[in-house]
């Protein structure tokens, strides 16, 4: 008897230890929504290199008794990454290793582009601030519009950490449906002329104007925004890395497997915040609605200031650049291409899409700045 | 920060977003101004030097016993393969029979067309 009491003993001690015994109804759902989004990145391809591992981290973080967050170990140094805005700035040094200015030097009206976009940051800041979320809370909302995923945490996780999961998840879901999002709106806003204007060929961008782009917006911004210095100043150290010619090897670092690796990171500690007593919640709904919001603001004011620009310009500016002004690099500016050339076969919008896109990277992290300024606590 | 006003936070951030950008616009249009690269870029590049007219390649020299049509052969098939046949020296009997032969044989044999 002895012998069988003891091995009852054992087994319900087993059991108890187990994440089975601790599971509940909330885990049971946020781990079909991890499968879902798996599906969502794997079966459909939207943004594959992130949602997978922000599925499998949101899968991740519905296992009990993990301890994961509270011991020390690999999941705790990922989540202090993010905790701590490490990764952001190590994305944007990717970042900006991968991105081409010269169409922005070449057009610096598209900045205006970039700017008009970040409307729908703060449409949706409003909104968020009405449906009773404070002003920092609906700050980090906001930015959602700005189609900026390492922007989006980073705002997150300094102005309301404990939103940052719903915002991350609806910051690259919105991402990843750019192309089913934009394309009605840019088409609702303009006429099949304003569509078809065929853009004269960009002007030549200099080497040192490539070289001093970085470097003294670096220092500009900076300096106007202490609170974004670390993600602009990574984004042009990436950048003259990459227009340097004599980095070469930082810059394949930078733009492959760093930014591959604190991709995984990020990522994956972006799903880990997705703990059911965390995202089970009526505010998710509400953030996910204000985030689309917020995109099809930003869609919308972005075309409308193109066609501005392209009336006081005797329509040389096709106006469906200006939705490119979300950031979302390089998806916004080929949905500019692909609604333009719909419209006329022979038109090239890509190249002059990606200024307001790069503007757009600039903007929002200059919208982020300000916000930090006005409302971090 | 006092003002808890959404309309009026909106309104501060949009004109901060647009002058701070509307700054890099001019900073960008200075940067174009001063570029000492500008006028050396657009200057029109001096024609280049007529490239030295190639010699002719000297003709590869045919082994005595090979007739014009195995030469010919042979230039068909090189040039199948991608090598000029300017770049041929010499055209000889292979003189190794028994194991070189076999080789060589082998050799091209086991060699892939792509």
Redesign the interface.
């Given at each position: 008897m002895d012998i069988l009491s003891a091995f009852i003993t054992s087994i319900q001690s087993v059991w108890l230890d187990s994440g089975f015994a601790s599971f509940t109804l909330g885990n049971f759902i946020m781990i079909l929504v991890g499968l879902l989004l798996l599906y969502m990145a794997i079966g459909k391809e939207f943004e594959p290199l992130l949602l997978t591992p922000i599925a499998f981290g949101c899968i991740m973080a519905n296992f009990p008794c993990t301890g994961f967050l509270e011991e020390p170990g690999v999941m705790q140094v990922i989540h202090y990454g993010i905790q701590y805005e490490i990764f952001p700035p190590l994305i944007f040094l990717g970042v900006g290793a991968m991105t081409d200015f010269g169409p922005?030097?070449a057009n610096?009206?598209t900045?205006?582009l970039?700017?008009a976009a970040?409307?729908g940051?703060?449409?949706s800041?409003?909104g968020a601030?009405?449906l009773g979320f404070t002003?920092q809370e609906?700050s980090a909302i906001g930015i959602i519009g700005g189609a900026d995923g390492p922007t989006a945490i980073y705002m997150a996780s300094k102005m309301a950490p404990n939103l940052l999961g719903a915002i991350a998840v609806a910051a690259y879901s919105y991402m990843s449906l750019v192309p089913l999002i934009q394309p009605p709106i840019m088409k609702l806003m303009t006429s099949k002329e304003e569509r078809a204007v065929k853009m004269e060929q960009l002007r030549?961008v200099?080497?040192?104007?490539r070289l001093?782009?970085p470097v003294?917006?670096a220092i500009?911004?900076s300096l106007?925004?202490p609170p974004v210095a670390a993600l602009i100043s990574m984004l042009m150290l990436g950048n003259l890395f990459r227009e340097s010619g004599v980095t070469d090897r930082l810059s394949d670092t930078s733009q492959n497997a760093l930014c591959n690796i604190v991709t995984i990171f990020l990522a994956t500690g972006t799903g880990m915040t997705m703990s059911a007593e965390h995202f089970l919640t009526v505010q998710t709904i509400e953030i996910i609605l204000l985030g689309l919001l917020a995109f099809a603001g930003g869609t919308a004011a972005g075309v409308l200031l193109g066609k501005v620009m392209c009336r006081l310009s005797g329509g040389k500016i096709n106006p469906l650049i200006g939705s490119a002004g979300v950031s979302a690099v390089p998806m916004a500016a080929r949905v500019s291409q692909m609604v333009g050339q719909k419209a006329n076969p022979s038109n090239f919008l890509l190249m002059h899409a990606m200024g307001p896109n790069v503007?757009g990277v600039?903007?929002t992290a200059?919208?982020a700045g300000?916000?930090m300024a006005?409302?971090a606590k | 920060m006092e003002t808890q006003n959404p309309i009026v936070i909106m309104l501060i951030n949009m004109t901060i977003v647009f002058a701070v950008l509307f700054v890099l616009s001019l900073y960008i249009r200075l940067i174009h101004k001063i570029d000492p690269t500008a006028k050396a870029a657009a200057a029109p590049k001096a024609a280049p030097k007529a490239a030295p007219a190639p010699k002719a390649a000297p003709a590869p020299v045919v082994e005595k016993g090979i007739a014009d049509e195995t030469v010919a052969a042979i230039a068909a098939a090189l040039a199948t393969m991608g090598v000029g046949f300017s770049r041929v020296k010499a055209i000889r009997v292979a003189d190794r029979p028994g194991w070189g032969g076999a080789a060589r044989t082998e050799g091209l044999t086991s060699l892939k067309m792509r």
């Amino acid at each position: 008897m002895d012998i069988l009491s003891a091995f009852i003993t054992s087994i319900q001690s087993v059991w108890l230890d187990s994440g089975f015994a601790s599971f509940t109804l909330g885990n049971f759902i946020m781990i079909l929504v991890g499968l879902l989004l798996l599906y969502m990145a794997i079966g459909k391809e939207f943004e594959p290199l992130l949602l997978t591992p922000i599925a499998f981290g949101c899968i991740m973080a519905n296992f009990p008794c993990t301890g994961f967050l509270e011991e020390p170990g690999v999941m705790q140094v990922i989540h202090y990454g993010i905790q701590y805005e490490i990764f952001p700035p190590l994305i944007f040094l990717g970042v900006g290793a991968m991105t081409d200015f010269g169409p922005l030097i070449a057009n610096p009206n598209t900045l205006f582009l970039g700017a008009a976009a970040q409307f729908g940051v703060f449409i949706s800041l409003a909104g968020a601030m009405a449906l009773g979320f404070t002003a920092q809370e609906a700050s980090a909302i906001g930015i959602i519009g700005g189609a900026d995923g390492p922007t989006a945490i980073y705002m997150a996780s300094k102005m309301a950490p404990n939103l940052l999961g719903a915002i991350a998840v609806a910051a690259y879901s919105y991402m990843s449906l750019v192309p089913l999002i934009q394309p009605p709106i840019m088409k609702l806003m303009t006429s099949k002329e304003e569509r078809a204007v065929k853009m004269e060929q960009l002007r030549n961008v200099t080497k040192f104007e490539r070289l001093v782009f970085p470097v003294s917006s670096a220092i500009i911004i900076s300096l106007l925004l202490p609170p974004v210095a670390a993600l602009i100043s990574m984004l042009m150290l990436g950048n003259l890395f990459r227009e340097s010619g004599v980095t070469d090897r930082l810059s394949d670092t930078s733009q492959n497997a760093l930014c591959n690796i604190v991709t995984i990171f990020l990522a994956t500690g972006t799903g880990m915040t997705m703990s059911a007593e965390h995202f089970l919640t009526v505010q998710t709904i509400e953030i996910i609605l204000l985030g689309l919001l917020a995109f099809a603001g930003g869609t919308a004011a972005g075309v409308l200031l193109g066609k501005v620009m392209c009336r006081l310009s005797g329509g040389k500016i096709n106006p469906l650049i200006g939705s490119a002004g979300v950031s979302a690099v390089p998806m916004a500016a080929r949905v500019s291409q692909m609604v333009g050339q719909k419209a006329n076969p022979s038109n090239f919008l890509l190249m002059h899409a990606m200024g307001p896109n790069v503007a757009g990277v600039i903007g929002t992290a200059v919208a982020a700045g300000t916000m930090m300024a006005m409302l971090a606590k | 920060m006092e003002t808890q006003n959404p309309i009026v936070i909106m309104l501060i951030n949009m004109t901060i977003v647009f002058a701070v950008l509307f700054v890099l616009s001019l900073y960008i249009r200075l940067i174009h101004k001063i570029d000492p690269t500008a006028k050396a870029a657009a200057a029109p590049k001096a024609a280049p030097k007529a490239a030295p007219a190639p010699k002719a390649a000297p003709a590869p020299v045919v082994e005595k016993g090979i007739a014009d049509e195995t030469v010919a052969a042979i230039a068909a098939a090189l040039a199948t393969m991608g090598v000029g046949f300017s770049r041929v020296k010499a055209i000889r009997v292979a003189d190794r029979p028994g194991w070189g032969g076999a080789a060589r044989t082998e050799g091209l044999t086991s060699l892939k067309m792509r």
